[in-house]
């Protein structure tokens, strides 16, 4: 297992190429475009473990039915696209229930017990980024919507995590002055974080290339090359790698290269959208969750993001505008004037979904050398520095800490 291959340089790509550089091996990541510009870019950068919880939940379906006619919903289903998704959306509709929820949350803070501590071991170790250490604070503007928050992250905070602190309203808006007096209450996450996460991907790029690393951007895998059980070479756009260990994370794309191989993983694009203003108006000192609206504003050295919205509408990348007006007028419920910044610029992402809400991490079936990590969904920023050692731990020990089986994907193959 001397030469790695990693198929995609998103965040998850990168991390995987990290923990396998520093178990010794010596590693190729390929991207078909620029390191970390599909959709680890624009998104809001959260590292909120206490946000573990898996996406289908017991009462999503009358909820996602329901939102389904609704376009500037915090979770829109294309009725258009309904060819496309509805296979998909069946089966994780059959994830919504009790059982499976709180044995993927399980599965969720197994995983996401070192997070924190992996993200301090990215500093010591000199990758350089942008990291806001203040928590994550919840805004509400209706109390029912606080009650029922607080019993979901109480929940999750038995299983080691700080537990969250309910702030007066009077508290909230010392914290943050800019939030409007609609707001009746908060909850703090003391101990989360955010990232600008184009600024991660960027340091892991330099911190690799110095480790030398060989990234090869522009250069889309086309096809494998394998003999027998094994898988000896990817031919890509710029030419033919070898390798002795190959690594897919190609986020939403994943699909399509598993396929390849013989693999059907049933892996949805959950676009989001996100917009940014440079120098903007208003400042903030926390990440914010407008809770009502399912929106998150991230404050960063020179800009605020907006991000938020799930939308099932097949793969594309087309910015609606619906969706983004959603984005401002999120903000202008919460906030005490108009968000305004010199400039502003939109954008989307897919989102790599699993119907059952956790990640597909561990070995592809037929292929002795041939391993996976995606389906990071909405949460793949905060979740990839640990996925990244779960795959080494698995690609290179064969065992790991982590009870793999969870996000094994021979739960959709087999
Ligand atoms: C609006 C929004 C907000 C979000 N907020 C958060 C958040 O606060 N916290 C959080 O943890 N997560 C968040 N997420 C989720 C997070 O962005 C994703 O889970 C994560 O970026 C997925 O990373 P990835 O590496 O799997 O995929 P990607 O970043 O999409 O990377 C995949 C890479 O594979 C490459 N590729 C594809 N096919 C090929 C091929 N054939 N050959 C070579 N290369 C290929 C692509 O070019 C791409 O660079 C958010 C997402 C959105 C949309």
Known sequence: MGRAVVVGAGMVGLHAAYALRRRGLEVTVVDKGEAGMACSFGN?????PSLSAPLPAPGLVGRSLRWMLQRDSPLYIKPGALPETLGWLLAFWRHCNAQDYSQGLLAMLGLNQRTLSLYDMLTADGVEFEMHRQGLLFAFTREGDLVSELDELREVAQFGLPAPQVLARAEVLAEEPNLSDRVVGGILLPAERHVEPHSLSRGMVRWLAARGVDLRQQSEVQAFEHKGDAVVAVQTASGRIEGDLFVLAAGIWTRRLAAMLGSHLPI???KGYSLSLSSPNLQF???LYLAGTKVVLSPYEDTVRLAGTMEFSGMNARLDT???DGLRSAARNYLREELRG???SAWTGMRPMTPDGLPIIGRLPRYRNVFVSTGHGANGIFMSPTSGELLADLAV?????IDPTPFDPVRFTA
């Open 44 to 48: 809001a950068g959260l590292v909120c």
């Open 268 to 270: 949805q694009a959950g």
């Open 285 to 287: 000192r926390h990440a």
């Open 322 to 324: 619906v969706r983004l």
């Open 342 to 344: 010199a400039t502003e």
């Open 397 to 401: 020990d064969g065992e790991s800490a």
